[in-house]
C-alpha cells in the first residue's frame, strides 16, 4: 500500500493512474463543451459534469499532495543530476499548475455569485460577485490547461526514454509497483 525506496505502493500508483485519467477527460470535456450552442442538449449538463469532477478532482489533489508528503519516496538512483532535477520540477509544477486550474475554475464558476453544485450532494459557496472576473479566470484556466497537457506530454516521454532508452525501471516502478522479494 506504502511507497518504498523500491518503488510506488498502491494508493500511489492509484492516485498517479486516475488523477491522469480524470485530467485528460477534463481536458478533453472542456474543450468539447465551450464549442456547444445555447440549444445542445449538453449545454448545461457538460459544465455542470465538468465542474463537478474538476472540484472533487481538487479534493483528490490534496490527499494526494499529503499522502506524498508522508511516503518515503522511491530511490532515482542512476539519473543523471540534471534528469532529477528536471523532474523534481515537472512534478512540483502538476502541482501548482492543478491548483492554479481548480483555484481559476472556481473563480470562474462562482463569479456570477452562485455556487458551484457537485453532483447535488453538495454545494461549495462563491466568495460574492466578482463582475469581469469569468473572462479572465476563464482564459487563465485554458491557457493552464494546455500548459498540464504539455508538460504531461513532456513527463510521458520522459518516462518513456527513462523505459526504453535508459533501462531504469521508473516506468515499471508505476505501473507495478515495487518489485516483489
Known sequence: MRDTTAGYGLVSRLFHWITALVIFGLFGLGVWMVGLGYYDPYYTTAPHWHKSVGMLLAFALVARFVWRVVNVKPSDDGIAPLERILARVAHWSFYVLLFAIVVTGYLMSTADGRP???????????PGTNPGLESTAGAVHVWLSYAVMALAAVHTLAALKHHFYDRKPSLTRMWSGPPQV
Open 116 to 126: 458551484i453544485h457537485i453532483f447535488d450532494w453538495f454545494a461549495i459557496p462563491s
